[in-house]
């Protein structure tokens, strides 16, 4: 055995989680994270990491991206992946503006669903965002919201949980 510094690293162990066709952007951010912890850098180990990630039904609609065919083939196939799946500015438009249930939802994460539906359309802490989330609210929170003084829309959405 030599005493020396390690040159090559034969496998590194990354385990992504199945592409999530819901949240794109998402998972090339936990995709991220995971190479930056092992530390993978070859684009093209990436690349196949990626592909690897894809269940049978999303590899038959993307079969003419699994062939590397750039000098960097990981940032060609998130950036095609990302353009064939990534919600439009008119779906989460949609989304925002669609009622959610709030029974299912603790209010202050039906706030971060309006937040990720409006990332690109609306400032996150503006005034239009919270006047869409106090319109989603019952009256009697909203008025109860609206009479304190709060410093964020956060702090807003968290009294509105406990109320």
Excluded: C
């Amino acid at each position: 055995m030599k005493n020396g510094p390690v040159n090559e690293v034969s496998g590194v162990a990354v385990s992504l989680a199945p592409f999530w066709l819901e949240a794109p952007t998402l998972w090339f951010a936990q995709a991220e994270a995971q190479f930056h912890l092992r530390p993978v850098t070859s684009p093209l180990t990436k690349f196949y990491h990626v592909i690897a990630s894809l269940n049978a039904t999303l590899a038959t609609k993307v079969d003419d991206l699994m062939t590397p065919k750039t000098e960097d083939p990981y940032a060609h196939l998130n950036t095609l992946l990302l353009a064939r799946f990534r919600s439009t500015s008119e779906d989460r438009f949609r989304t925002l503006m669609q009622p959610t249930n709030e029974e299912l939802l603790k209010r202050s994460e039906a706030l971060r669903d309006m937040r990720r539906a409006g990332e690109t359309l609306l400032e996150p802490n503006g005034p239009l965002m919270e006047r869409l989330f106090l319109e989603r609210l019952p009256k009697n929170i909203r008025v109860l919201l609206k009479a304190g003084v709060h410093e964020s829309l956060d702090a807003l959405a968290a009294r509105a949980d406990e109320l």
